[in-house]
């Protein structure tokens, strides 16, 4: 089992940016994709991004493209979202997920791991 922790959210100005952040504990977390995914109140959970366990494929959503990157570390067990550009539309409460599974589905029904999320509010 693994265990997610996120944080680095906050409060941003639109055009601004911000780093999260996402700890795993377990000695098998390399070999696991993990996704970003968000959801603001009333709406559905919203994939963002995801990194794969294989020489760092990633895949991203068309709405975060060219503004968000996703990162990781295996010797730290992190991985980070590097939000730039920020809009309001991006505000929402975002989660880290993990998945023992080949491939980055963007599905979060796929994820078996989740953590409990960090608030990310963009004013404008």
């Known amino acids: 089992q693994v265990q997610l922790v996120e944080s680095g959210g906050g409060l941003v100005q639109a055009g601004g940016s911000l780093r999260l952040s996402c700890a795993a504990s377990?000695?098998?977390?390399?070999?696991?994709?993990v996704a970003w995914f968000r959801q603001a109140p009333g709406k559905e959970r919203e994939f963002v991004a995801a990194i794969g366990w294989s020489v760092g494929s990633t895949v991203y959503a068309d709405s975060v493209k060219d503004r968000f990157t996703i990162l990781r570390d295996n010797a730290k067990n992190t991985v980070s979202l590097q939000m730039n550009s920020l809009k309001p539309e991006d505000t929402a409460v975002y989660y880290c997920?993990?998945?023992?599974?080949?491939?980055?589905?963007?599905?979060?029904?796929?994820?078996?791991?989740w953590g409990q999320g960090t608030q990310v509010t963009v004013s404008s």
């Open positions: 997920a993990a998945e023992f599974a080949l491939g980055l589905p963007r599905d979060p029904s796929r994820y078996d791991y």
């Open positions: 377990g000695r098998t977390f390399s070999n696991y994709a």
